[in-house]
């Protein structure tokens, strides 16, 4: 009963830091958690545009294709580099899965571009489902907290990865050969990537 009170007592974002994520006790070990996660699939994306274009990026036929993927990946690298210094700044320990990210993320990259242009833009379509899904959990979570740097990350963050989406459908993502089971197959191992770095 006495710890029930204390738990009642406690700031929504503290309970739900306390109750919300895997493995998280406290209302920091839930953003550690956060971040340790977005930290890991902003070097995914980065990891998939590198594989989309060292396919793509010297094809006479995909300049278009190939300049939408720049510009996205010049975005990836700046939320990398965002949560590169997150990471440092309040000494989380990144995730122990960031040697295979780095091989799947090039090889999932560079496989959908060898299957054309608008497979790729369909990785990038489901990719993005899933991430702007998950940011808009972390916003929830984080909406009644006093983190408004780190809130207000996510929300930036959240948008472009919408955008991303966005560029991808209009690309003609859902024109790719089998799209319905491509879309689905990268939205399960996305969701999967994020629950293992959620963790590990
Ligand atoms: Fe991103
Ligand atoms: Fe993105």
């Known amino acids: 009963m006495a710890d029930q009170t ?44 590198e594989g989309q274009l060292a396919v793509l990026g010297k094809r006479p036929g995909s300049r278009r294709a190939a300049e939408l993927i720049r510009h996205m990946a010049a975005q990836e690298q700046e939320h990398l580099d965002t949560f590169d210094r997150l990471v440092l700044e309040r000494r989380v320990r990144p995730t122990l899965m960031s040697p295979v990210w ?39 979570a984080l909406q009644d907290d006093t983190d408004s740097e780190f809130r207000g990350v996510i929300s ?10 966005h560029t991808a459908l209009d690309a003609g993502a859902e024109q790719a050969p089998g799209y319905p089971l491509l879309s689905a197959a990268i939205r399960a191992g996305c969701r999967l990537a994020i629950r293992i770095s959620e963790r590990l």
Do not use: W
């Not at 929504?12 to 956060?34: D, F, Q, W, Y």
């Not at 930036?156 to 955008?163: G, L, N, T, V």
């Open 102 to 140: 780095n091989v799947a993320g090039y090889a999932l990259g560079a496989v959908t571009a060898l299957m054309g242009e608008k497979a790729a833009m369909a990785c990038t379509a489901a990719v993005e489902e899933v991430i702007d899904d998950h940011y808009a959990g972390q916003e929830r």
């Open 156 to 165: 930036k963050f959240r948008a472009d990865e919408a955008a991303h989406r």
């Open 6 to 49: 204390r738990i009642l007592d406690e700031s929504p974002a503290k309970r739900r830091g306390r109750l919300g994520l895997p493995g998280a006790r406290t209302r920091e070990e839930a953003i550690e958690s956060m971040i340790r996660v977005d930290h890991a699939g902003e070097y995914g994306a980065v990891r998939i545009y």
